[in-house]
């Protein structure tokens, strides 16, 4: 399984599931990750996520296929 570390923007308390799947190139548009997340291919906390602008956390695991996404806070400079 591939992992993948994303850092949260600094002061953004969350990043929404759609746009987590296409910033870290799971998906090729947000189009697609929208379809992929209502297609039930993705999962938040091992829990089937379908809703497409879900608010994930720091802390928070997102799986999708054969790879696994680590939310963390962003890191100080």
Same mark, same amino acid.
């Given at each position: ?21 296409? $910033? ?8 697609? /990750?929208?379809?992929? #997340?209502?297609? !039930?291919? %993705? &999962?938040?906390?091992?829990? $089937? ?8 956390? /720091?802390?928070?695991? #997102?799986?999708? !296929?054969? %790879? &696994? ?9």
């Amino acid at each position: 399984m591939q992992n993948i570390e994303f850092d949260l923007a600094p002061g953004a308390p969350y990043i929404e599931v759609n746009q987590l799947l296409k $910033v870290t190139g799971i998906s090729d548009s947000g189009g697609a /990750a929208k379809a992929m #997340v209502a297609d !039930g291919m %993705v &999962r938040v906390d091992g829990a $089937v996520e379908t809703r497409k602008t879900a608010k994930i956390r /720091a802390g928070q695991v #997102v799986t999708c !296929g054969n %790879v &696994r996404i680590v939310v963390r806070e962003a890191t100080q400079a």
